[in-house]
Every structure is written in structure tokens, then in C-alpha cells.
């Protein structure tokens, strides 16, 4: 799971795993979902606005290279990640 580019589009904002220190950490992210923790903790910035640009852009034109995964679709973090990395 972790030998790949990962996006996380979560309340108007991308996470991108490893894009710098700063950023949130996207596994611990996605624990909080799952665990009911999730807060919000930043507005919208047009920095968010940009990546999913360029996110959604990418995602169009490398549909057949890429995977989404919607985390409603699953009941916990395991079941995301067993997905995942069975899929691959």
C-alpha cells in the first residue's frame, strides 16, 4: 500500500501522503474517520483548490492507471486496506 501515490479528497481539502512535513499525515487521517475523531482543523484554501485541480485533471487523464476508493464504501481501515492491496 505504501509503494503508491496516494490522494485523499476529504471535506474540500487534498491530502497528498509524503508531499511535505507539514502536511497531515494521511494514514492518521484516515484512522480518525474511521474512528469518528475526524476534526476539521483548517478552511479551504485555494492551495486545496489547486491540487484538486490538478488531481481531478490527472485522474481523467490516467483513469485506467489509477484506483478510487470512496471511505463510506467501507466499515473500517482494514477493509479499506486489505482492498486496496489485494487489488493491486
Known sequence: ???????????????????????PDLNLLIEEFYNGNY??????EDK???RM??????LVQNRN???IFYLKDFKS???????ATVSD
Do not use: M, T
Open 1 to 23: 500500500f505504501d509503494k503508491k501515490d496516494h490522494l485523499l479528497f476529504l471535506e474540500g481539502k487534498v491530502i497528498i501522503k509524503n508531499l511535505k512535513k507539514d502536511e
Open 39 to 44: 476534526q476539521v482543523e483548517e478552511i479551504v
Open 48 to 50: 486545496h483548490l489547486g
Open 53 to 58: 485541480k490538478i488531481a481531478l485533471s490527472w
Open 65 to 67: 492507471n489509477a484506483r
Open 77 to 83: 481501515v482494514e477493509e479499506l486496506y486489505e482492498k
